[in-house]
């Protein structure tokens, strides 16, 4: 069992709706929990981080974080054109070890004008 | 503008080539990264180096040496590669060695031929 899961995708959207992109986790210890966006040929980029269960909103992004489901989502809001990249869900164990963080495979997100 | 740069942008060597990857930082980090990404799939780590000592290696071949000359400096020292080691190699910075907030140089994009 992968200890990341993401949606496998690729998912597409319409400008302007909602993308919904989905990450489950298995070890239940996992404390921080991040997004990073990469834009194809390009490194990965650090859009959101989230410690405790709840909602987290930064400008069009939100993150939902339930630890008891263990699961981690991403909403953006009012979807663009540029937001198309592969989105990258990545869990950091207990102790917070460079080795403890796991990315899962990521989901390709198509924004459609 | 990346804070984590990274030369060269570009690579291309044979397997007898001797060759260096470098990433410099200047956010204060303290924590540097060495990260191999293959097409379409997630970054893996290599190395971790915590107040320039060496604190994770993840059983990498030996033809890949990493090195800290100091906090900002990163080095990859690269000899004897196979054409499997081709790849994008992603230098990352974090406050700390409590992984998961990284911040990605733009790579370097690497061919053996």
């Known amino acids: 069992q992968k200890e990341v899961e993401q949606n496998s995708g690729p998912l597409s959207v319409p400008e302007g709706a909602i993308a919904s992109l989905n990450c489950t986790y298995s070890d239940r210890g996992s404390q921080s929990f991040f997004w990073y966006r990469q834009y194809s040929g390009k490194s990965p980029e650090l859009i959101m981080s989230?410690?405790?269960?709840g909602d987290k909103e930064d400008g069009r992004f939100t993150a939902q974080l339930n630890k008891a489901s263990q699961y981690v989502s991403l909403l953006i809001r009012d979807s663009q054109p540029s937001d198309s990249a592969t989105y990258l869900c990545?869990?950091?164990?207990?102790?917070?070890?460079?080795?403890?963080?796991?990315f899962g495979s990521g989901t390709q997100l198509t924004v459609l004008p | 503008d990346t804070e984590v740069t990274q030369t060269p942008k570009h690579l291309v060597m044979g397997m007898t080539n001797k060759k260096s990857l470098k990433c410099e930082q200047h956010?204060?980090?303290?924590?540097m990264y060495w990260y191999k990404q293959k097409a379409k799939k997630p970054p893996e780590l290599m190395f971790v180096y915590s107040y320039e000592k060496l604190s994770i290696n993840e059983s990498v071949p030996s033809r890949f040496s990493p090195e800290c000359p100091n906090s900002s400096l990163l080095n990859l020292h690269l000899h004897a590669l196979q054409p499997e080691d081709s790849a994008l190699y992603l230098c990352?910075?974090?406050?700390?060695?409590?992984?998961?907030?990284?911040?990605f140089g733009e790579g370097s994009r690497l061919t053996v031929l």
């Open positions: 990352a910075s974090s406050q700390d060695r409590v992984a998961g907030e990284l911040f």
């Open positions: 956010m204060g980090h303290r924590a």
């Open positions: 990545a869990v950091n164990g207990a102790k917070g070890s460079a080795r403890q963080l796991t």
């Open positions: 989230i410690y405790s269960n």
